[in-house]
């Protein structure tokens, strides 16, 4: 199986602070990783993925993210954030390839943005 | 494409009562999910589906029922409904082929059982 972790459950920053959260998962094979967006009453979006190759992987609207294999985690990345960015963040992993079946989610991190 | 689509957006039901859940996929998706939503616990597993014809339970199965007799149709049913099923329901599909294949949501459906 796979568990997913999210620490940072609600940040509040200010408009143009930088952003990190935090994603770890504990399955130690092949992963895929992806950080999927959910703004206020709209369904997920995926934001950026990782599937082999550089581990700094950029995606939509500035954000990026780092695989570290030895530390299991994936860690979500912005330089400077917007109020558009308000939204609740969630890390997913699916074990590749044999089950590539399941998606595991963490738990969520809600992100407000203050102007 | 419409991508994944849901009904109803919202429905209120008694204790006790069923209903069905529908999502259809137009995108030729093998892989269909069904996810709950709750507050603060991010999405938890019900089903899920990796063709036609076959389904699998997830993480939080009790209390439901799917069937997948199409490619585009992944219909739950909940058919004793209780207070425990309130929650935001997400339908998702996904293609399996090489690289990481993301999944695609639908808008959701927000359950009440009262």
């Known amino acids: 199986a796979q568990s997913v972790s999210q620490h940072n459950h609600h940040v509040i920053l200010s408009e143009a602070a930088s952003l990190e959260l935090g994603c770890n998962y504990s399955?130690?094979?092949?992963?895929?990783l992806f950080w999927y967006v959910q703004y206020p009453g709209q369904h997920l979006q995926l934001l950026l993925k990782?599937?082999?190759?550089?581990?700094l992987v950029k995606g939509i609207k500035g954000f990026e993210a780092e695989f570290i294999k030895s530390k299991f985690s994936f860690n979500l990345r912005k330089p400077s954030v917007q109020w558009s960015d308000t939204a609740e963040y969630f890390c997913?992993?699916?074990?590749?390839?044999?089950?590539?079946?399941?998606?595991?989610f963490g738990t969520g991190t809600s992100l407000t943005v203050i102007p | 494409n419409a991508g994944v689509t849901q009904t109803p957006k919202f429905r209120i039901l008694k204790i006790g009562q069923s209903m069905t859940l529908q999502c259809t996929q137009d995108?030729?998706?093998?892989?269909m999910y069904w996810y709950r939503q709750d507050p603060g616990m991010g999405l938890k597993l019900i089903y899920y589906?990796?063709?036609?014809?076959?389904?699998d339970k997830g993480e939080v199965p009790n209390g439901y029922n799917v069937s997948r007799s199409t490619t585009e149709d992944f219909p739950l049913r909940l058919e004793l409904a209780a207070p425990s099923q309130t929650s935001v329901y997400f339908c998702?599909?996904?293609?399996?082929?090489?690289?990481?294949?993301?999944?695609?949501f639908g808008p959701g459906t927000r359950l009440t059982v009262t």
């Open positions: 399955y130690g094979g092949t992963v895929n």
């Open positions: 990782y599937f082999s190759g550089d581990p």
């Open positions: 589906s990796v063709g036609a014809g076959i389904t």
């Open positions: 995108m030729n998706h093998n892989y």
């Open positions: 997913a992993v699916n074990n590749a390839p044999n089950t590539g079946n399941q998606f595991y």
């Open positions: 998702a599909s996904s293609y399996k082929g090489v690289g990481a294949y993301e999944q695609y």
